[in-house]
């Protein structure tokens, strides 16, 4: 069984955060692209858990065996978009060329007063999303994100962009916590509360469904909050397109999450196999885009993966 994602430790560390935001701001962006070249190098060659999982991932994606530059050009896709989050977050969307699809039906949510849930992954980047919110002031969005796992990215850009840091719900609270700030936020208005729905945290309720191929878990909580507060669940992905452009994209998975007694579990399965399914259409579209560098498939431990194989006998039962 592969090692859980919180596992791993975070790249770089504070001096090596720092001083790439610094040569950005000071320097521009296109000079401090020239060192993503190196740092690229650099974590293909030193983190090799990382590097064996991007292998498979490719593999899957590409249904034939990966080589060593596609694995440097999904990390240099992601070292891009750390990079960018500095600049966007610092200057806004600057300098950015960034198109939307689906903003027509989340703005109609909004306008109603009613409050969405928008379900990313750990794909493209999301601070372009946070930036955009920012032109609409009125609708108020809160990123319900672990500051753990990378504690000294999270300090940089929370230093860039005190607003936007202050309206982070800390996953590392616990469950309660959490759902209590999500709930405060709803009853508010108009606001956004956004979560990650590809990957879960140690211990926390997963359930199966078919990912690339293979059944892989995720977790079921961003279901269970919706379903409880009410909340319309909207896709959000922010695509890199490379250079300086983004794709927003807004799409509806489910416009009330409805949990019955007695099928509460088939319900899930249905949400999140729905959720996995645009998930795979978009990585497909834009493999480069996809930031899980760990083993998705089995990372779940013995006791864990138990728990979890009923959803995947009902994903294939239909």
Not at 139 to 148: E, F, G, I
Request: proline share 6%; hydrophobic share 45%; charged share 20%.
């Amino acid at each position: 069984m592969s090692e859980h994602w919180q596992q791993r430790p975070e790249g770089g560390g504070h001096f090596a955060i720092w001083l790439i935001r610094t040569i950005g701001l000071y320097c521009g962006r296109t000079f401090a692209r020239l060192f993503l070249y190196p740092i690229t190098l650099y974590f293909y060659f030193r983190r090799e858990p990382e590097r064996r999982a991007s292998f498979d991932y490719l593999q899957r994606v590409f249904g034939r065996p990966a080589n060593a530059w596609q694995v440097m050009k999904l990390i240099h896709a992601f070292a891009c978009t750390i990079l960018d989050r500095v600049f966007l977050l610092a200057r806004g969307l600057k300098g950015f060329h960034v198109t939307t699809r689906g903003l027509e039906y989340l703005h109609a949510q909004l306008d109603a007063g009613r409050s969405v849930m928008l379900l990313g992954a750990h794909y493209g980047s999301f601070e372009a999303a946070r930036v955009l919110a920012t032109l609409r002031p009125q609708y108020r969005l809160r990123l319900v994100m672990d500051k753990s796992k990378m504690p000294a990215l999270t300090e940089v850009l929370g230093a860039l962009a005190p607003d936007l840091a202050a309206n982070i719900i800390d996953a590392a609270r616990g469950g309660t916590d959490v759902v209590l700030a999500i709930s405060e936020a709803v009853r508010e208005g108009s606001s956004m509360v956004a979560m990650l729905g590809d990957r879960g945290r140690a211990h926390e309720m997963m359930r199966q469904a078919p990912f690339l191929g293979e059944p892989a878990p995720f977790p079921v909580a961003p279901w269970l909050i919706a379903s409880t507060l009410q909340l319309p669940v909207l896709l959000c992905l922010g695509t890199y397109r490379g250079g300086n452009r983004y794709e927003l994209v807004f799409e509806p998975l489910a416009e009330r999450v409805e949990l019955p007694r007695g099928q509460r579990e088939a319900a899930l399965d249905a949400y999140i196999r729905g959720y996995a399914a645009r998930l795979e259409h978009h990585v497909r579209d834009a493999p480069y885009n996809w930031f899980n560098f760990y083993d998705f498939w089995h990372s779940l431990p013995p006791d864990e993966a138990e728990h979890a194989a009923p959803a995947v006998a009902a994903g294939h039962a239909e």
